[in-house]
């Protein structure tokens, strides 16, 4: 089983801060926004080696970040691997989609994959909804409530039946059809791989994953892990301020 980290943005709307330095790698509350992903993805069981997708243009910066974390591990059979998508500036990234195809070409075979982006703290426990997934034989994406019809409009929103089968997936929608926003966190089965290729040769809307996500749904079964919880999205200088408040306030509690 493997871990695929989206960390190949360049996080435009968040200058001066993210000017010469990766989104995902701001601190917060002390540690880098990514420390609390690789936290969750280092307790899951089976899953072998983490993928961390970077543009060329911060690829360094990772490369400092991953000999510091790596020595944190003391997990066996655990690994983390770099991939540089070779972008060097925002008007020539790759896309979401398409650097998740890069890792997926480089597996020796096809595997069980769960999808993350690198810049959002995720306030729920993975393992519970990793181990439904790895019992089960289709794919899995989380569905958190959102009431806030402006939230809506900036994220993915959900379609989903009575049985909590996915139908569509709209991004950024001007008009949400739902009160289920999707973070970008995805279980996806082996068939995904293929799935990804054929979307990226069909498809324009290659840049945020939902697009793919909202692909795959209309070809095979998705559902939906439909949590009472939140997650802290690292989308602007406010909400990165937010977040890095909040998790202050939360481990000052906890000491």
Same mark, same amino acid.
């Given at each position: 089983?493997?871990?695929?980290?989206? *960390?190949?943005?360049?996080?435009? /709307?968040?200058?001066?801060?993210?000017?010469? @330095?990766?989104?995902?790698?701001?601190?917060?509350?002390? $540690?880098?926004?990514? %420390?609390?992903?690789?936290?969750?993805?280092?307790?899951?069981? =089976?899953?072998?080696? #983490?993928?961390?997708?970077?543009?060329?243009?911060?690829?360094?910066?990772?490369?400092?970040?991953?000999?510091?974390?790596?020595? $944190?591990?003391?997990? $066996?059979?655990?690994?983390?691997?770099? *991939?540089?998508?070779?972008?060097?500036?925002?008007?020539?990234?790759?896309?979401?989609?398409?650097?998740?195809? !890069?890792? !997926?070409?480089?597996?020796?075979?096809?595997?069980?994959?769960? #999808?993350?982006?690198?810049?959002?703290?995720?306030?729920?426990?993975?393992?519970?909804?990793?181990?439904?997934?790895?019992?089960?034989?289709?794919?899995?994406?989380?569905?958190?409530?959102?009431?806030?019809?402006?939230?809506?409009?900036?994220?993915?929103?959900?379609?989903?039946? #009575?049985?909590?089968?996915?139908?569509?997936?709209?991004?950024?929608?001007?008009?949400?059809?739902?009160?289920?926003? *999707?973070?970008?966190?995805? @279980?996806?089965?082996?068939?995904? /791989?293929? /799935?990804?290729?054929? @979307?990226?040769?069909?498809? =324009?809307?290659?840049?945020?994953?939902?697009?793919?996500?909202?692909?795959? *749904?209309? $070809?095979?079964?998705?559902?939906? @892990?439909?949590?009472?919880?939140?997650? !802290?999205?690292?989308?602007? #200088?406010?909400?990165?301020?937010?977040? %890095?408040?909040?998790?202050?306030?939360?481990?000052?509690?906890?000491?």
């Amino acid at each position: 089983m493997i871990a695929v980290v989206l *960390c190949a943005g360049f996080a435009t /709307r968040m200058h001066p801060l993210t000017r010469d @330095f990766p989104k995902p790698l701001l601190p917060v509350a002390g $540690k880098p926004v990514i %420390d609390y992903l690789m936290d969750q993805l280092v307790d899951l069981p =089976e899953l072998q080696t #983490v993928h961390i997708v970077a543009n060329g243009r911060f690829f360094s910066h990772f490369e400092d970040w991953h000999r510091n974390y790596i020595q $944190k591990i003391h997990r $066996k059979n655990f690994s983390i691997e770099l *991939c540089n998508d070779g972008a060097t500036a925002n008007e020539n990234r790759l896309g979401a989609s398409v650097d998740l195809q !890069l890792v !997926l070409k480089s597996a020796s075979e096809p595997s069980r994959i769960l #999808v993350s982006a690198g810049d959002n703290i995720y306030r729920f426990s993975f393992r519970p909804l990793w181990q439904k997934f790895l019992a089960g034989r289709h794919h899995y994406i989380v569905a958190l409530p959102e009431r806030d019809t402006d939230n809506l409009k900036k994220t993915g929103v959900l379609e989903l039946d #009575v049985n909590g089968r996915v139908m569509r997936q709209h991004e950024k929608p001007e008009q949400p059809q739902s009160t289920w926003s *999707c973070p970008p966190l995805y @279980f996806l089965q082996a068939s995904a /791989r293929s /799935r990804l290729d054929e @979307f990226i040769e069909s498809s =324009e809307n290659i840049d945020a994953p939902g697009y793919f996500i909202d692909y795959l *749904c209309q $070809k095979e079964d998705v559902y939906a @892990f439909k949590l009472n919880s939140s997650r !802290l999205d690292i989308g602007s #200088v406010e909400s990165y301020q937010n977040a %890095d408040r909040l998790m202050r306030a939360e481990l000052g509690r906890t000491k």
